[in-house]
Structure formats: structure tokens, C-alpha cells
């Protein structure tokens, strides 16, 4: 019996004696669940943003309103301050975009695909982007403005977007603060300020987002890299954090805003979020035990769960296919896209392409050591011993900060693990035949990736251009050591992908120097409609700044309908990485733009765009393929294609 079906029966018998907890109604009820209409197809302006709100016409216009004709209205429009603009404001149309990084990717001030947006609008003291709401408060008469809970923003970032937005609104806009380290921030400010206990003095509940659901109370006193919150959880929080992973319902012991990224994410995710005053003292005896919540608008009930038949179940673990019986290393030119269940799809797809012979385009040859070896080497090891006593531990499982120690501390462990002396000789040996003992890189290719709806991205790692034969074999035991890193396990965990049943590939493949590098998708990301578009993104230098996310590259999108190449952002990278004299990657401040700062010339870019296409076509035309390339001496390198999965 698994740990989860354990839980659920030990829950059940130990549920609380009550059936029933009563609301308290001292409150003034607020918005909930988004509305009809609030996100309409058809929003009343076509505009992204305003520069300049000059009335109250125009702040409808762009503003989204949840419970519209109701006392609880609240109409509110987010907004963006480009500090890199001197402070640039756009007030962004709500009803068209949901979340400010909505309206930075689809006005390209933002690259698409970029891992580090979260830290570089909430967070990040040298940001260039700050980002907030500017709300109509029927309760006190007054325009404020805000930000979200976790921003970190000092005393002077807030005066200076409160003179941005008070410049340009056609009336005063106070500023509220959403935390105590808000208030604190800017208690001596001489800000005009208006509280969240003005707004909700006396309530001792409020429904942010209405709705049903039942999941396993957890209450968090302190929210840190300690807690793990499962996906089937009700929380019951004394704060709101900036951020959560998905789960079943929220509820918070202290008042906050509607506004409220974590709300905002509880609308998207249609579960219910509701301030509970001292929440967290209220339900301590129902921590870990099962109980179905509903939210109403102006009430709520909490009723525990006493049958297993109306518990939630959870998605089926997913095992993902792997030939086990593949021992033979096999090169690019042997290869078809079939082989990727014993050599990874990196490599098979790169063979299916030469198999192809897609125009345009040169791969880089190389060649694959199937899963068989890393699981002989593991078993050899005694290491699947090892991580299944770990996936055993309580604290492990529990404890995400324990759970990161002990990854890192197995990832060294299989990197000094005994390699199998007879394989070494054969990668060595194929290493100098077939690819000249030439720079190479170690490529990671996981069974657990490119699976339907997770395509495990950029989880696992690549050992950079190795020379000589301890470092083929180091490389090498370095990429299959990275199938056990903290971010690839949590994704695994996430999916419902079995960790048992997960193996690694190295593919070994010849490195090259890049002019200039970066990845294509075969779509347009802001429409579907517009068929056999391409968007690229591009860099000076070696293709690694773009998925390494390091700036924002130059991004384009070629059309096909008008035949035009649209540069939608130019590079904002200060250097590149090339090959220095011992082959390895080094930042230099050599860059490759122009006069006119462009990375890629008009006939590169439709270059680019022709060979994406193609490549669709060589894997069946229907599904998008995330494409890495690079530019070196006129040519273009094809790296990597695998299928392009939205995370929209």
C-alpha cells in the first residue's frame, strides 16, 4: 500500500467529532471567483495599454471588475514601470491579459520561455520591471495602488512608481501595502497610504474566491524550503506568500487583498480562497485530516470527510517506456526517432533528421550510451539501494530542505561510483574512431522527458566541451548523476512520473564554436491562428545564454502570411560565450550585433525559419518542435529538436 492510500485511512479514522463549522458573518463580503465577463473574448479596448489614464472612461476601458453591479465590486487594472525606460509606465488592459507576464511576453518586453520572470518583477533589487494594480476601493472612496505580498521593493522603488503612477492618472492613487515589510518600508515615506485594515476592520471572513474542494487540512505556521505542501492539501496559512505550487484550497488567518497573486493563481486553478480570522487556531485539531470545504460569497462550511469514496484521487503514476535490452552504442547515422526508448530522444531525433536529409541545416555527429549502462551501473553500485531507501524515509519525502541535501549528496556519490571498466574502453574507443577525439559534449537524454504534457526541459545537465578521456567518462557519469537533481525530482513528483522506473542516456556528441546561437519554435506563441510561423530567439556567441535564460536575447518572428521577418526585441546581452583557446566557454565582450544592433541578418532569420519548418515536416508535421541551433561560419548547426509543449 503506497504512502498516499496509508494516509487517507489513517485520516479517516481519526476525523474530528464535529460535522460542522459555522461561518462567522461580521464582515462585508468581497470579490470571488471570476465572473463571466470579467476576462471576456471581446474586452472593451483593443489596446495592450494605456500610457495615461485621463478618466474614469478610460480606466474602465482596460480595467476587469469581479461581482460588476454588485457592492463587492472591485475594479482594478494592472500595471507595468519600465525602470530601464526612466520609469515608463503602461497601464495594461486587464480584460485582455490576466498576469502581468501575459502582457510582457506578448509585447515581447520579456523573452518567452524565460525561468528566472518570477524573481525579475516580484523581486530582484535591481529589477527592471516593477508591477502592481491600480484598484477603485468603494470602501474608503479612493484609487490605491499595490503590490503584490512578497514584493521586495525598497522605500524608494515604491515613491518612485507612486510619482509614475500619480503622473499619469487622472486623479490621486494612494498606495496600500500589502505586507508589514510593505508598511514598515514605508512608514517614514511620506507616501499617502491606505491599510488593509481600513478596508477590512472588523471581517472575520472573506471569500477572495468562492468554490468546493476536498483535500487534507495542512496548517503552515512558517512558510520556508521545509514545508512541503502536497497537491492534495487545503492549507491554512498565517500570511499569504508570493507564490504557491497548485493545491486543493487556501485559507489564510489574516486579511489580504483580492488582488493577491496567490488569488489571482486560486482563480486560474478554479479553488476556493478564503481569509478565516486566526484560521490557524481555529482548525489545529483538523491539521492532516480530511475535510471538504465550501465557499460561499457572504459564508463557509467545513464538514470532515467520513467515506473513502469521497476522497480525490490522484492521477495514475506514470511509468515511462524504456528498452532495457539495448546495450550497444549506437551513432547519429544508425539512429531513427523509434530508438529513443533505449537511447533517448536527443539523439534519435537528431538521427531521424539526418535520416531525412533536412535541408539546410548540418548536425554535429555523435554518438549515444543507452539506459541499459546506467542502470547496470547503478545496480552495480548498490545505488537503486540507496535511492530507494531515501524515497522511504519520512523526512526525506516531507522535508524539501533534507530532500535537496541528500540529492546533492547521492549526485556526488554517483559521480565517484566504479564505472564498468569494458564500457569505458568501448567510449573511448568509439570517442577516437568516429569522432577524431574532437571537443565533445555530454549530452543528458532522460526517458522522463518529452513525455505527453511534461517535456522535462531543461531539468537534467550537459558537461561542456571535455578533451580528453577521463573527462569523456567524468561527463558521463556527470549527466546520468543529474537525473537525481532536486529540480528534476520535484518535476517527476509533480507529473506523477515514477522514480523507480526513470533512466539516463549520455549522448555524446561533437562540440562547435557558435557566431551566434539560440532556439526556435515552430508557432506563433501569441496565435494560433497564424500558421507556419517561426519565433527565434538569438544571441552573440554560443546558443547557451538563451536556454540558460541569461538576458534577454534578440527575438523575431517570422511571418509567413506577409513574408516578413518582425524583430520584436533587440539584444540586450552585454558579451557572448565563445571557445577559448582550451575549447572551453568563456564570456567574452566580443558581440556579433551591427550597427543597427541586430544579432541576425533579414536572410539568416528566413534561413532559420525554413529550416524549422523542414524539420517539422521530417517529424510528421503535426506537432511543433523547440528547436536549439547555432550559426558558424554561414552554417547552420541543429543541436536539439524535440516536440514543443505550450505551458500556457
Known amino acids: 500500500m503506497n504512502r498516499f492510500k496509508t494516509l487517507i485511512l489513517a485520516s479517516l479514522f481519526v476525523i474530528a467529532a464535529s460535522a460542522l463549522v459555522p461561518a462567522q458573518l461580521s464582515r462585508k463580503p468581497s470579490p470571488t471567483r471570476e465572473p463571466k465577463g470579467a476576462m471576456d473574448k471581446r474586452p472593451d ?88 494594480t491600480v484598484a477603485w476601493q468603494a470602501p474608503v472612496d479612493k484609487f490605491t495602488w499595490e503590490l503584490y505580498e512578497g514584493d521586495l521593493a525598497m522605500a524608494d522603488m515604491i515613491k518612485a512608481v507612486n510619482k509614475a503612477i500619480n503622473a499619469n492618472f487622472f486623479q490621486k492613487v494612494w498606495f496600500k501595502p500589502n505586507s508589514i515589510r510593505q508598511e514598515d518600508a514605508t512608514a517614514s515615506s511620506g507616501l499617502d497610504r491606505v491599510l488593509q485594515d481600513e478596508l477590512n476592520r472588523n471581517q472575520a471572513y472573506l471569500a477572495l474566491n468562492t468554490g468546493s474542494a476536498v483535500g487534507r487540512i495542512h496548517i ?92 480525490p484521487t490522484s492521477p495514475d503514476e506514470q511509468v515511462p517506456p524504456a528498452d532495457m535490452k539495448a546495450t550497444r552504442l549506437m551513432t547519429l547515422g544508425e539512429m531513427r526517432k523509434k530508438d529513443s526508448i533505449a537511447y533517448g530522444s536527443k539523439a534519435a531525433n537528431l538521427g531521424e533528421m539526418l535520416h531525412a536529409r533536412v535541408p539546410g541545416i548540418s548536425i554535429p555527429d555523435g554518438f549515444s550510451v543507452p539506459y541499459y549502462w546506467y542502470d547496470k551501473f547503478m545496480k552495480d553500485n548498490g545505488f537503486d539501494k540507496v535511492i530507494n531507501d531515501l524515497m522511504d524515509d519520512n523526512t526525506f519525502v516531507h522535508n524539501p530542505k533534507v530532500r535537496r541535501q541528500k540529492l546533492e549528496e ?3 556519490t554517483l559521480q565517484n561510483g566504479k564505472f564498468d571498466e569494458g564500457l569505458r574502453k568501448e567510449i573511448i574507443a568509439k570517442w577516437k574512431s568516429h569522432l577524431g577525439s574532437k571537443p565533445i559534449f555530454v549530452r543528458s537524454s532522460s526517458n522522463a522527458e518529452d ?48 522514480q523507480t522506473d526513470v533512466y539516463m542516456s549520455a549522448f555524446i556528441q561533437i ?85 543597427k544592433k541586430r544579432v541576425l541578418t533579414d536572410i539568416q532569420a528566413r534561413g ?29 548547426y541543429v543541436v536539439q529538436s524535440r516536440p514543443y509543449i505550450d505551458k500556457k
Open 451 to 498: 513525455l505527453p504534457n511534461f517535456s522535462g526541459a531543461g531539468l537534467y545537465s550537459t558537461k561542456l566541451n571535455v578533451r580528453d578521456e577521463d573527462g569523456v567518462i567524468d561527463g558521463v557519469k556527470y549527466v546520468w548523476a543529474s537525473l537525481w537533481n532536486y529540480n528534476g525530482y520535484e518535476a517527476r513528483v509533480r507529473n506523477y512520473v515514477s
Open 511 to 595: 562540440g562547435i564554436d557558435m557566431d551566434r546561437g539560440g532556439v526556435m519554435i515552430t508557432k506563433d506563441l501569441f496565435d494560433d491562428r497564424n500558421k507556419n510561423s517561426v519565433y527565434i530567439s538569438a544571441t552573440c556567441g554560443h546558443n547557451s545564454k538563451v536556454t540558460a535564460n541569461d538576458g534577454v536575447p534578440e527575438q523575431m518572428l517570422f511571418n509567413p502570411k506577409s513574408n516578413s521577418v518582425i524583430v520584436m526585441t533587440l539584444s540586450q546581452q552585454k558579451g557572448a560565450l565563445r571557445f577559448d583557446e582550451h575549447g572551453d566557454l568563456k564570456e567574452t565582450t566580443d558581440v556579433c550585433a551591427a550597427a
Open 220 to 311: 503552515i505556521d512558517k512558510l520556508d524550503d521545509t514545508v512541503e505542501i502536497g497537491d492534495n492539501e487545503i492549507i491554512v496559512l498565517k500570511e499569504l506568500p508570493l507564490d504557491l505550487p497548485q493545491v486543493r484550497g487556501v485559507i489564510v488567518a489574516k486579511p489580504s487583498t483580492p488582488l493577491s497573486h496567490v488569488n489571482i493563481l486560486a482563480k486560474g486553478w478554479n479553488i476556493p480562497n478564503v481569509y478565516i480570522k486566526d484560521a490557524d487556531k481555529l482548525f489545529r485539531d483538523y491539521d492532516t485530516h480530511w475535510y471538504k470545504l465550501n465557499a460561499e460569497m457572504d459564508d463557509y462550511h467545513l464538514e470532515p470527510v467520513t467515506k473513502g469514496t469521497e476522497l
Open 608 to 636: 532559420l525559419a525554413r529550416a524549422a519548418i523542414n524539420i517539422r515536416t521530417a517529424f510528421g508535421g503535426r506537432k511543433e518542435q523547440d528547436i536549439e541551433w547555432g550559426i558558424m561560419n554561414g552554417k547552420i
Open 45 to 132: 479596448s483593443i489596446k495592450n495599454s494605456l500610457p495615461k489614464v485621463a478618466s474614469r472612461n478610460a480606466f474602465n476601458s482596460i480595467a476587469r471588475v469581479y461581482h460588476q453591479g454588485t457592492p463587492y465590486a472591485l475594479p482594478h487594472a494592472m500595471f507595468v514601470v519600465d525602470r530601464q525606460a526612466n520609469n515608463k509606465i503602461y497601464f495594461v488592459n486587464s480584460q485582455k491579459f490576466r498576469f502581468h507576464k501575459d502582457f510582457l511576453l506578448a509585447t515581447y518586453l520579456i523573452q518567452r520561455g524565460a525561468s528566472n520572470i518570477f524573481e525579475s518583477i516580484y523581486v530582484n533589487a535591481d529589477r527592471r520591471f516593477v508591477v502592481g
Open 410 to 412: 547521492f549526485r556526488k
